[in-house]
Nanobody
């Protein structure tokens, strides 16, 4: 059973930074899989903001976060990070990490099979 556990959310001022972590466990049959960060704000649709092909290193970003967010992996710890800089109030949302063995659409939230419970990010203006 694949499990994902997020951490690192919180409240910051506009322009601040946060680093989210996603610990992945249970992928016993492969060392390569996609991990994405998907956010959802109240009243809005889910939005895939970043993804990584874990074990390979290919990264993908939504236009809304490109240049501000960086996704990375630590293979030894089976952990994916999302470094978020220059945060804006519109980045306020619940951030989930999600995983799937393969997808041709790594920024599409419906591509993911396994989901973490999420961590809240709040950016004050």
């Amino acid at each position: 059973q694949v499990q994902l556990v997020e951490s690192g959310g919180g409240s910051v001022q506009t322009g601040g930074s946060l680093r989210l972590s996603c610990a992945v466990s249970g992928y016993t049959y492969t060392s390569r899989y996609y991990v994405g960060w998907v956010r959802q704000a109240p009243g809005k649709e889910r939005e895939g903001v970043a993804a990584i092909f874990f074990g390979v290193g290919n990264t993908y970003y939504a236009d809304s976060v490109k240049g501000r967010f960086t996704i990375s992996e630590d293979n030894a710890k089976n952990t994916v990070f999302l470094q978020m800089n220059s945060l804006k109030p519109e980045d306020t949302a619940m951030y989930h990490c999600a995983a799937t063995p393969y997808t041709a659409r790594p920024l599409h939230s419906d591509a993911y099979i396994y989901w973490g419970q999420g961590t809240q990010v709040t950016v004050a203006s």
